[in-house]
T-cell receptor, first 114, second 114 residues
Framework: GNSVTQMEGPVTLSEEAFLTINCTYTATGYPSLFWYVQYPGEGLQLLLKATKADDKGSNKGFEATYRKETTSFHLEKGSVQVSDSAVYFCALSADGGSNYKLTFGKGTLLTVNP | DTGVSQDPRHKITKRGQNVTFRCDPISEHNRLYWYRQTLGQGPEFLTYFQNEAQLEKSRLLSDRFSAERPKGSFSTLEIQRTEQGDSAMYLC????????????FGQGTRLTVV
């Protein structure tokens, strides 16, 4: 079956530090890959996505590249801010007819200190 | 566009009672999903509607759970004879016809069974 494994948290960084959150996946077919973010007290929001191999998704300074050869989709940001403190979820949507259901990782809590 | 709305935000119930949650998706989205999220875990798929048709149910969805989406608009999720293990955050998401997997989530209903 489909599965997503992401880096265990929590991750604590100082402002302006470099961020990497690792994500690897197992899926049948050619999945689309996503990073969702959950800020305190808010719902899940789509952060970025990539739909095919070698695509790079980017948003708000975050980037992730779809690596089919390593089945990975690592999230990076060059300089984090306090406002980036949140829980980050890696997810995939695999071929399944019309059902685009998402399979999520367990989430990684990021805390950025000033 | 007010986003995906869920009601109530919090529900505390006694074991054995029935509860019902409501989800109002983004109006033009024909796909609607229910997920369950427990502490420290990513959301897990429960069920999927395309318009008013319930097309897939997870094995997580026991016989005590039922979901409907009359007229392809709002959806309800009912849990009968609640158990303590049902305590979780129940998330609703909707998505348009395309692109695959790009879902918009509500803020969730947190259920506590005492």
């Amino acid at each position: 079956g489909n599965s997503v494994t992401q880096m265990e948290g929590p991750v604590t960084l100082s402002e302006e530090a470099f961020l990497t959150i690792n994500c690897t996946y197992t899926a049948t077919g050619y999945p689309s890959l996503f990073w969702y973010v959950q800020y305190p007290g808010e719902g899940l929001q789509l952060l970025l996505k990539a739909t095919k191999a070698d695509d790079k998704g980017s948003n708000k300074g975050f980037e992730a590249t779809y690596r089919k050869e390593t089945t990975s989709f690592h999230l990076e940001k060059g300089s984090v801010q306090v406002s980036d403190s949140a829980v980050y979820f890696c997810a995939l949507s695999a071929d399944g007819g019309s059902n685009y259901k998402l399979t999520f990782g367990k989430g990684t809590l990021l805390t950025v200190n000033p | 566009d007010t986003g995906v709305s869920q009601d109530p935000r919090h529900k505390i119930t006694k074991r054995g009672q029935n509860v019902t949650f409501r989800c109002d998706p983004i109006s033009e989205h024909n796909r609607l999903y229910w997920y369950r999220q427990t502490l420290g875990q990513g959301p897990e798929f429960l069920t999927y509607f395309q318009n008013e048709a319930q097309l897939e149910k997870s094995r997580l969805l026991s016989d005590r759970f039922s979901a409907e989406r009359p007229k392809g608009s709002f959806s309800t999720l009912e849990i009968q004879r609640t158990e303590q293990g049902d305590s979780a955050m129940y998330l609703c998401a909707s998505s348009p016809q395309a692109p695959r997997g790009e879902a918009f989530f509500g803020q969730g209903t947190r259920l506590t069974v005492v």
